[in-house]
């Protein structure tokens, strides 16, 4: 893919962004600009992936732009094409469920013009090969995403959402704009390739490293920087949602590595630390929150910081890996975590689609009055439960796949001859594990409470199937999670690029292998193959169902579920979301949530209904954030008293800043 071509898709969106405006009131305008989004997220999907899996060399273009010294710089190579490649697939799966979708939107015109400008600034934020056409894109993506947010202002939350969204955003660019600064140094060298050309002392690689986790790691939803995106992803659009989890926290992984892997120079061992530190307890702390809320987007929003959190531990070990010389286990961390931006990309966009197709049917978002759409919903079950299953990380799909690839690097760890790593690597390989556990808990909860049972609402009960566009869209993402997870070695070796040219080693080719399998190492050690296990699971069940039918009955009966003995026809008599996750929230909630339980039960012959009443903190945000807030808060009522000065005050106040500035520079050596 040369960088003209991508290019040209940013120019593409940007006309279709000003068409929207233009024509924003006409009657077929919503079919017109998501149908143009697909066709220039195909032909930048089509050119990433012929730039990846063609071996390509690195594509550059300078345009006369930007800061007059340095231009503006745009660069394709293989990390660039594959992240250009997981944008524009989740831009082109959510341009196809749109165009059905955004028929129910009330005001399009609210949305229309910022969904191609969004797709914009993310294919230029991964284009970017200078630090000021970065930092501006990745600007322009926010405030774009930003918009889509505040689309359904009006309802309730959605405006706090957008503030606390923005108030994030602006942090993330401000660490950034700042890393990048103490990277280009005094000479103002803010190409990326002058950046590469000269080292970094330790404690600069330091200060830049942790900007680094600030900045991306706002925009990614690394705890305690997580509090935007809850509230966020929800109140957007339903296929900006998908955009937003499934795509946008990509490009801000992308950020992380072009700045760690490439720009910050060969890297210490200690780097790893934090990163496996963060990126653990963001995985288990991400799943213990979705397991906590019954607001079906609000679940699969805080599933998402449970994935990336699995992401970054698979960069933490790729570097602890490349910096002590172990250059093949350092691409096997680096491949496990490509492949889960790639299967986070497919999985949670499938996801979010289901969850608006269900909004759509029913009007609904709470679980508690969801149930029983399996029967009216069917198409719409099946390819959530692949999603569920995905996100699970359940054999044979492709969930399954990433997160064997990252605990076989795990394993690796005895290799590293610190001991610092020798004892966090094991432990975050046990946080891991706990987190895939409870996402097992998690999205058996969900599908169980949303589309098993019985209808909890009236809604629910006259709920149809959705959409073609929408079901097609939803089909296309489930396949894919399917074959990704049965023919993984496809997968890596097409990263095998991405993981030569940022840790200079790749894992072995694995379409070369028997059967299919995928070999993490070598074929002695350990190895998986999707085939043999996809086959197995469908004979198996082929088989069961046969013996059933066979010798147990030739019809299908269709009876109550067994309820105790207790024939009670009422809804309400069904598990809840709440009832559920009680058993979890009991083990976990004390030490996480500092949960609380207060019960009311009535005595006996009291006829009042018994009452339970859970109260949960979120402890990131009443620990960290609040004080915060607060602090700002008594600040600015001081410095309130500021508008009311004379103006001999104010002029006083200037002579002493001025005073102040000489003396500084007098003493400056």
Same mark, same amino acid.
């Given at each position: 893919?040369?960088?003209?071509?991508?290019?040209?898709?940013?120019?593409?969106?940007?006309?279709?962004?000003?068409?929207?405006?233009?024509?924003?009131?006409?009657?077929?305008?919503?079919?017109?600009?998501?149908?143009?989004?697909?066709?220039?997220?195909?032909?930048? /999907?089509?050119?990433?992936?012929?730039?990846?899996?063609?071996? &390509?060399?690195?594509?550059?273009?300078?345009?006369?732009?930007?800061?007059?010294?340095?231009?503006?710089?745009?660069?394709?190579?293989?990390?660039?094409?594959?992240?250009?490649?997981?944008?524009?697939?989740?831009?082109?799966?959510?341009?196809?469920?749109?165009?059905?979708?955004?028929?129910?939107?009330?005001?399009? !015109?609210?949305?229309?013009?910022?969904?191609?400008?969004?797709?914009?600034?993310?294919?230029?934020?991964?284009?970017?090969?200078?630090?000021?056409?970065?930092?501006?894109?990745?600007?322009?993506?926010?405030?774009?995403?930003?918009?889509?947010?505040?689309?359904?202002?009006?309802?309730?939350?959605?405006?706090?959402?957008?503030?606390?969204?923005? %108030?994030?955003?602006?942090?993330?660019?401000?660490?950034?704009?700042?890393?990048?600064?103490?990277?280009?140094?005094?000479?103002?060298?803010?190409?990326?390739?002058?950046?590469?050309?000269?080292?970094?002392?330790?404690?600069?690689?330091?200060?830049?490293?942790?900007?680094?986790?600030?900045?991306?790691?706002?925009?990614?939803?690394?705890?305690?920087?997580?509090?935007?995106?809850?509230?966020?992803?929800?109140?957007?659009?339903?296929?900006?949602? &998908?955009?937003?989890?499934?795509?946008?926290?990509?490009?801000?992984?992308?950020?992380f590595i072009r700045i760690v892997f490439d720009l910050l120079g060969p890297a210490?061992?200690?780097?790893?630390?934090?990163?496996?530190?963060?990126? *653990?307890?963001?995985?288990?702390?991400?799943?213990?929150?979705?397991?906590?809320?019954?607001?079906?987007? #609000?679940?699969?929003?805080?599933?998402?910081?449970?994935?990336?959190?699995?992401?970054?531990?698979?960069?933490?070990?790729?570097?602890?890996?490349?910096?002590?010389?172990?250059?093949?286990?350092?691409?096997?961390?680096?491949?496990?975590?490509?492949?889960?931006?790639?299967?986070?990309?497919?999985?949670?966009?499938?996801?979010?689609?289901?969850?608006?197709?269900?909004?759509?049917?029913?009007? $609904?978002?709470?679980?508690?009055?969801?149930?029983?759409?399996?029967?009216?919903?069917?198409?719409?079950?099946?390819?959530?439960?692949?999603?569920?299953?995905?996100?699970?990380?359940?054999?044979?799909?492709?969930?399954?796949?990433? $997160?064997?690839?990252?605990?076989?690097?795990?394993?690796?760890?005895? !290799?590293?001859? !610190?001991?610092?790593?020798?004892?966090?690597?094991?432990?975050?390989?046990?946080?891991?594990?706990?987190?895939?556990?409870?996402?097992?808990?998690?999205?058996?909860?969900?599908?169980?409470?949303?589309?098993?049972?019985?209808?909890?609402?009236?809604?629910?009960?006259?709920?149809?199937?959705?959409?073609?566009?929408?079901?097609?869209?939803?089909?296309?993402?489930?396949?894919?999670?399917?074959?990704?997870?049965? /023919?993984?070695?496809?997968?890596?070796?097409? /990263?095998?690029?991405?993981?030569?040219?940022?840790?200079?080693?790749?894992?072995?080719?694995?379409?070369?292998?028997?059967? /299919?399998?995928?070999?993490?190492?070598?074929?002695?050690?350990?190895?998986?193959n999707g085939l043999l296990v996809f086959t197995f699971i469908a004979a198996s069940?082929?088989?069961?169902?046969?013996?059933?039918?066979?010798?147990?009955?030739?019809?299908?009966?269709?009876?109550?579920?067994?309820?105790? *003995?207790?024939?009670?026809?009422?809804?309400?008599?069904?598990?809840?979301?709440?009832?559920?996750?009680?058993?979890?929230?009991?083990?976990?909630?004390?030490?996480?949530? #500092?949960?609380?339980?207060?019960?009311?039960?009535?005595?006996?012959?009291?006829?009042?209904?018994? #009452?339970?009443?859970?109260?949960?903190?979120?402890?990131?945000?009443?620990?960290?954030?609040?004080?915060?807030?607060?602090?700002?808060?008594?600040?600015? $009522?001081?410095?309130?008293?500021?508008?009311?000065?004379?103006?001999?005050?104010?002029?006083?106040?200037?002579?002493?800043?001025?005073?102040?500035?000489?003396?500084?520079?007098? %003493?400056?050596?």
């Amino acid at each position: 893919m040369s960088a003209l071509v991508g290019l040209s898709c940013v120019g593409a969106f940007l006309g279709v962004a000003l068409l929207a405006v233009l024509i924003g009131r006409s009657r077929d305008v919503t079919v017109a600009v998501y149908s143009a989004c697909l066709l220039i997220s195909l032909v930048g /999907l089509v050119a990433a992936l012929v730039h990846l899996l063609g071996g &390509a060399p690195a594509s550059d273009v300078t345009l006369p732009l930007g800061l007059p010294w340095v231009g503006a710089h745009f660069r394709v190579d293989a990390l660039a094409a594959f992240f250009l490649a997981v944008v524009n697939l989740g831009a082109a799966a959510a341009s196809v469920y749109a165009i059905g979708y955004g028929r129910h939107e009330p005001e399009p !015109q609210r949305v229309l013009p910022f969904i191609p400008a969004f797709l914009a600034g993310m294919n230029l934020v991964v284009l970017a090969d200078d630090a000021f056409s970065f930092l501006l894109a990745w600007e322009f993506m926010s405030l774009s995403s930003w918009a889509l947010v505040m689309a359904h202002h009006r309802e309730e939350g959605n405006a706090r959402a957008g503030y606390v969204y923005i %108030v994030m955003a602006s942090f993330g660019t401000l660490a950034l704009l700042l890393a990048f600064g103490l990277l280009a140094g005094p000479d103002g060298g803010y190409a990326f390739a002058a950046i590469r050309a000269h080292g970094e002392t330790p404690l600069r690689a330091g200060l830049v490293l942790a900007l680094a986790l600030a900045g991306a790691g706002s925009k990614a939803g690394l705890v305690p920087l997580h509090v935007w995106l809850p509230l966020a992803h929800p109140a957007a659009p339903s296929h900006v949602s &998908a955009l937003m989890s499934g795509v946008m926290t990509k490009v801000a992984v992308y950020g992380f590595i072009r700045i760690v892997f490439d720009l910050l120079g060969p890297a210490a061992w200690w780097w790893g630390v934090p990163i496996l530190s963060i990126g *653990g307890g963001t995985a288990v702390l991400g799943v213990l929150y979705a397991l906590m809320q019954s607001d079906l987007k #609000r679940v699969l929003a805080y599933s998402t910081i449970e994935n990336i959190g699995l992401i970054f531990v698979g960069l933490g070990l790729a570097l602890a890996f490349e910096a002590n010389g172990f250059r093949t286990a350092g691409a096997l961390a680096l491949t496990a975590a490509l492949f889960h931006v790639f299967n986070h990309a497919l999985f949670k966009s499938l996801l979010f689609f289901g969850a608006g197709a269900v909004l759509v049917a029913t009007g $609904e978002r709470q679980m508690d009055r969801l149930g029983g759409l399996i029967h009216r919903m069917p198409v719409t079950s099946l390819t959530f439960l692949i999603g569920c299953a995905a996100i699970s990380a359940l054999p044979p799909l492709n969930g399954f796949a990433s $997160e064997w690839l990252a605990l076989q690097a795990i394993l690796l760890s005895p !290799q590293l001859p !610190q001991w610092g790593l020798k004892l966090l690597v094991p432990a975050v390989g046990a946080l891991l594990a706990l987190s895939a556990a409870l996402a097992a808990a998690c999205f058996v909860r969900v599908f169980g409470i949303v589309f098993l049972g019985r209808p909890r609402s009236a809604a629910t009960k006259s709920a149809g199937e959705v959409d073609d566009w929408s079901l097609g869209a939803m089909a296309a993402l489930a396949a894919l999670c399917v074959i990704a997870g049965v /023919l993984p070695g496809l997968v890596i070796d097409g /990263l095998a690029p991405v993981a030569q040219a940022v840790v200079g080693a790749r894992m072995p080719a694995q379409a070369s292998l028997e059967w /299919l399998s995928i070999v993490p190492i070598a074929e002695s050690r350990s190895s998986y193959n999707g085939l043999l296990v996809f086959t197995f699971i469908a004979a198996s069940a082929s088989l069961a169902a046969y013996v059933i039918h066979r010798f147990a009955s030739h019809e299908v009966r269709r009876a109550p579920a067994w309820d105790c *003995g207790f024939p009670d026809p009422n809804p309400a008599t069904q598990y809840t979301a709440d009832s559920f996750a009680q058993p979890i929230r009991r083990v976990f909630g004390t030490f996480v949530f #500092r949960a609380t339980e207060r019960i009311d039960m009535p005595a006996p012959g009291d006829m009042r209904p018994a #009452r339970i009443d859970v109260t949960l903190h979120d402890l990131a945000w009443e620990l960290v954030y609040e004080p915060i807030v607060r602090a700002v808060s008594f600040a600015a $009522e001081r410095l309130n008293r500021l508008q009311f000065l004379t103006i001999r005050i104010y002029l006083s106040l200037v002579f002493f800043a001025l005073v102040f500035l000489l003396l500084v520079l007098a %003493v400056w050596p």
